[in-house]
């Protein structure tokens, strides 16, 4: 499959709402997940984008999704998007065409300066994601080789003054560094007061030196101090990836000051009960919310039911963070296709995270006449501690595949795995699983 520079911009823009401006970055993170790919894994790159054609892909963008920019989600190598010559003007001709956008803007933090605050603040939707991961300067140095590396906290002190939100995230290195690393870095974050921080756990494939791997379960070593040192923090602090293993609506932290937090809504309340309708999941329950004006809730804490109402405008944010699960509509699509195996020999594949939360959703829904197999693919090709399903190939699937014996009538993918043309990261069709298993395939 030959790409065209063209067709991978305006398919990234027009599939993912994500406007990829720029591949460079004046960092070299020792976590970047461009680094210690296997290679076969094709991406792009294609530096700084013409502000012309910035503003043909801007014509492309649907106002009615959030925008995303300075996020790796696609082929294409994302950069600092501050880094651009020219981001005041992008940011100026984004503002005049669609003001109330949701604009999620990812950065380092290194290269925004008082012109650049001044075009951010005027967006009134914004989603500010600054990458710290670390307590000082000198932090930054190391982890992050930022030549610059005191400017980000000199960001971080002006944006009250300038009205605008942010979120802040952490690569956590805790195996290498200590959990009192973190301790440092969330005190430091306190002087700031972001409304929610991340801590994201790396993703290093077999490739990654031997000094930056892991072993052992380090997820459950961060999640049990977190949940010891919360509390001592006035914003909420979540763990990324999630490893989700049921659909009830359980939040993972409130933000200060917050409409629910107004209302009294703690961490771990499970809400099931919106306006008298059910909670479906996570992202059910969130984005009803968030539509909803001034909803009267259910919720279940320590195994009593309270009810609460959550006073704000249709469309408001309502300050609830939740782990994503599964929208209504997939999760409603998933078990139409498990209906159909009573009829219909399906395997089912997911990643090594999402299998807890669809194991969860088939023991509940399926009947001992379903011909239905849920099968876990490991990330082989990537290895090390690689578990996402954006991140399987089909080489991946053969290995899942193969420790069966008989067929499948019908083989259900994720379809993340897929470019929009069905290639993998590889460069691999899954029309290539279509031929040798004579199969059905489904891509949700």
């Known amino acids: 499959m030959n790409y065209s520079r063209e067709k991978i911009l305006f398919d990234t823009v027009q599939r993912d709402n994500i406007l990829p401006i720029t591949s460079k970055c004046n960092l070299n993170c020792i976590f970047c997940s461009h680094k210690n790919n296997p290679p076969e894994i094709k991406t792009f790159s294609f530096g700084d984008l013409s502000l012309n054609v910035i503003k043909q892909l801007i014509e492309f963008i649907d106002p009615e999704k959030p925008l995303i920019i300075g996020e790796s989600a696609t082929r294409i190598i994302e950069g600092e998007p501050f880094l651009h010559p020219e981001i005041n003007t992008v940011l100026e001709v984004l503002y005049k065409e669609y003001p109330k956008i949701n604009l999620k803007i990812t950065t380092n933090g290194s290269h925004i300066g008082d012109k650049e605050l001044y075009q951010l603040q005027r967006f009134k939707n914004l989603e500010l994601n600054i990458s710290v991961n670390g307590p000082d300067a000198e932090a930054r140095k190391i982890l992050m080789n930022d030549k610059n590396a005191e400017n980000v906290f000199i960001l971080l002190s002006k944006l009250k003054k300038y009205g605008i939100l942010f979120q802040a995230s952490v690569v956590s290195m805790h195996h290498i ?116 004006k001034n909803p009267n809730l259910k919720i279940v804490r320590d195994n009593k039911i309270i009810n609460l109402k959550i006073v704000k405008k249709s469309g408001e944010k309502s300050g609830l963070i939740m782990s994503y699960d599964i929208s209504p509509f997939m999760k409603e699509k998933f078990l139409g296709y498990l209906k159909q195996c009573r009829n219909i020999s399906t395997a089912v594949i997911t990643s090594e995270l999402a299998y807890p939360m669809l194991k969860y959703l088939v023991d509940k829904n399926s009947k001992d006449n379903y011909k239905f197999q849920l099968i876990k693919a490991e990330n082989k090709f990537f290895g090390g501690s690689i578990k996402s399903a954006g991140l399987l190939l089909n080489s991946d699937i053969f290995s899942a595949l193969e420790k069966y014996s008989f067929s499948f009538e019908r083989i259900i993918l994720p379809e993340i795995i897929y470019d929009y043309y069905g290639y993998d ?20």
């Open 425 to 444: 990261l590889s460069m691999s069709s899954y029309i290539e699983l279509e031929k040798k298993y004579k199969s059905e395939i489904i891509l949700i």
């Open 177 to 292: 560094t200590g959990l009192g690393f973190i301790k440092r870095t969330l005190d430091r974050m306190e002087l700031y007061g972001p409304e929610s921080l991340r801590i994201f756990l790396p993703g290093f494939s077999r490739h990654a030196p031997d000094n930056l791997t892991f072993s052992g379960n380090i997820y459950n070593e961060l999640n049990d101090f977190i949940d010891k040192v919360d509390g001592d923090y006035s914003y909420p602090i979540i763990i990324e990836p999630q490893i989700i293993s049921n659909l009830d609506a359980a939040t993972a932290g409130v933000i200060d000051k917050s409409p629910a937090y107004i209302a009294g809504i703690e961490k771990g309340d499970i809400i099931e009960e919106i306006d008298e309708d059910k909670a479906e999941s996570r992202v059910d329950a969130f984005y009803r919310i968030k539509k909803t």
